[in-house]
Every structure is written in structure tokens, then in C-alpha cells.
């Protein structure tokens, strides 16, 4: 089950629950090591931006931006890529992750492909093919520690101090939010090849799922930053910009912590301080404050 929050975009629900699917592919076999710090390019691969046959109407084109074939699976390697990256640059021996899902195998990877020593902690409910994935495929170390999320990153957060190893937060830092508004920035070029004009075009609303609230956070700073970079560019080149772009944020029923925020006005835990959804890696109990109240901040949020 899911539920949908609207923010400043004119939020509404648009995805049907029973279209979704999902596939698992099996990791890339790991590279070689590299010296910390060696590595200058972004770690994240461009991905495809393909028509959905099947959602799409004469009315309304809708496509898939298809992060899921990012080396590690997910699109968080283009927020924590950034971070572990900017960390071996400034020689930080190592990071600390705290994350059950695709942001620890996220810095797991990163952390292999730059060469430097990372930790997972990961909550107690975890299951053993992810800590073998974590620790056979990327070299991590994982811990387990708590219940939830929250419990995991205190441990997460105590480790790194003690060892002066930089924390890696899993949705709660602005670098790895500007990764995440990549997504944006190559949604705009790639819709100009299904443009007629082959105009660059901002999307008329973009659907994505919110845990913590760090792909959503980047998602707003990127419809932001390339709707000014296109009217800017208007005044010499032919672009499409629609008066507006709707963010719909989409959480599972249980761990829908961003949509009980909007409702309370403020960023707050879940009532009971748990996430009672089996799919304890798609949220956490507190959702990120910048993206609640950049959602609030707007006229047509709804929860």
C-alpha cells in the first residue's frame, strides 16, 4: 500500500499501485581497488529515460528514468557518490553508513570504487543477503545494531566519532542532495528527443517515491535550479517550460512519516516512533525537515 503527498508543485497521485514492479539483478563484481581520493568523475552512469507504453495517453506522456540500472542498483549513488567522493578528497580514512537499504550499498560501492574503508550499520531485522552483499561485493563492514533506522544511525553516528571516519547520512546532506538533482538535469536533455521541436523540457511533473526525503529534497533543488537555467537560456535558444512542475511524493502505508508531517504541520516521528510496514528499508521514523518544509511552504500541500 501507498499513500501520496502533495507539496509545491500541485501534488496528486498519479501512479496505480498494480503497475509497479520490480526486478532484482545480481551486483557487479567488484573492481579493483583505488588509491583514495584518485577518483574525480562522477561515480553515477546516465541513465535511460524511456515512454511507458502502458501509462501513456494521447493526452499524456509519461516515462521512466531508469536509475535502477545504476551500478549498485539504485538512484542513490548519485547523492552518496558525491559525498564519499568530496570525503576522500579532504582524506577521510573512512565512512560510517547507516542504512539497510540502497543508501549503505550505495556507500558501500562508492566507498570500494575510491578506495577508502566503510562501515554499515544496519538494524537487527536485515537480512543476511544484504550484510553478504555489503561485505562479499563491496568489502564493507556490516554491523548490526537496533531495531530501525534511527537506532542503527546512533550507532552509525558513534562509530564514525570514535574513529574520526566521516558519517555518511543516508538522506539528510545537501551534497548529496545536489547529486540527486542530476536526475532532473538529464530528464530535461533526454525529453528533447521526444520533444518534435527537440526542445530542452522541464517535465510538467515528476512522481517519486520518498523514504527519508533526500531524493524528493533533490528532485525540488533540481526542478528549481533547471527552471531558472531554461528561462534564462529562453532568450536565445527554444526551450519548453511549463508554468509549473508537480512533485508527487509517494510513501508505503506504515512508514509514511513525510505525509503524517504534513498533517502535523512540521517535521515529526510516526505515531509510536516505528515503522510498522515489513518494508522497514523504504522509510524512516523522522522524515527530512528541508524537504517538509519546502512541501509546506506551498499552498496545494496535502497529505
Known amino acids: 500500500s501507498s499513500s501520496s503527498s502533495s507539496s509545491s508543485w500541485g501534488l496528486s497521485p498519479l501512479l496505480d499501485q498494480d503497475a509497479a514492479t520490480t526486478t532484482t539483478a545480481a551486483p557487479p563484481p567488484p573492481p579493483t581497488m583505488r588509491a583514495p581520493g584518485s577518483v574525480v568523475a562522477p561515480l553515477h552512469v546516465r541513465t535511460p529515460l524511456v515512454r511507458s507504453v502502458a501509462l501513456s495517453t494521447p493526452e499524456r506522456a509519461v516515462y521512466f528514468k531508469l536509475d535502477c540500472l545504476q551500478p549498485p542498483g539504485s538512484f542513490k549513488l548519485r547523492g552518496i557518490g558525491r559525498v564519499v567522493q568530496s570525503c576522500a578528497a579532504r582524506g577521510v580514512p573512512g ?92 530528464c530535461v536533455e533526454q525529453l528533447a528527443a521526444f520533444d518534435p521541436q527537440g526542445r530542452p523540457t522541464l517535465p510538467d511533473c515528476v512522481v517519486a517515491s520518498v523514504g527519508g526525503g533526500g531524493l524528493l529534497q533533490g528532485i525540488i533543488t533540481g526542478v528549481v535550479e533547471q527552471r531558472q537555467r531554461l528561462l534564462e537560456e529562453a532568450q536565445t535558444t527554444d526551450v519548453h517550460v511549463p508554468p509549473r512542475t508537480k512533485v508527487v511524493a509517494v510513501e508505503t502505508t506504515g512508514a509514511n512519516s513525510f505525509a503524517h508531517s504534513l498533517q502535523s504541520g512540521e517535521a515529526s516521528p510516526l505515531p509510536g516512533g516505528q515503522i510498522t510496514s515489513i518494508a522497514k528499508s523504504l522509510g524512516a521514523v523522522t522524515p527530512l525537515a528541508a524537504a517538509v518544509d519546502a512541501a509546506l511552504a506551498e499552498p496545494q500541500a496535502a497529505g
Open 95 to 186: 565512512v560510517v553508513s547507516s542504512s539497510s537499504g540502497n543508501a549503505g550499498i550505495a556507500t558501500a560501492y562508492a566507498a570500494q570504487q575510491v578506495g577508502l574503508a566503510c562501515v554499515v550499520v544496519v538494524p537487527r531485522t536485515t537480512p543476511a543477503s544484504i550484510r553478504r552483499l555489503l561485505e562479499e561485493a563491496y568489502g564493507a563492514t556490516a554491523v548490526e545494531h537496533g531495531a530501525v533506522w534511527d537506532e542503527a544511525n546512533a550507532e552509525a553516528t558513534r562509530i564514525a566519532e570514535a574513529r574520526g571516519w566521516a558519517l555518511v547520512h543516508p538522506f539528510a546532506d545537501p551534497v548529496a542532495w545536489a547529486g540527486h538533482a542530476t536526475l532532473v538535469e538529464e
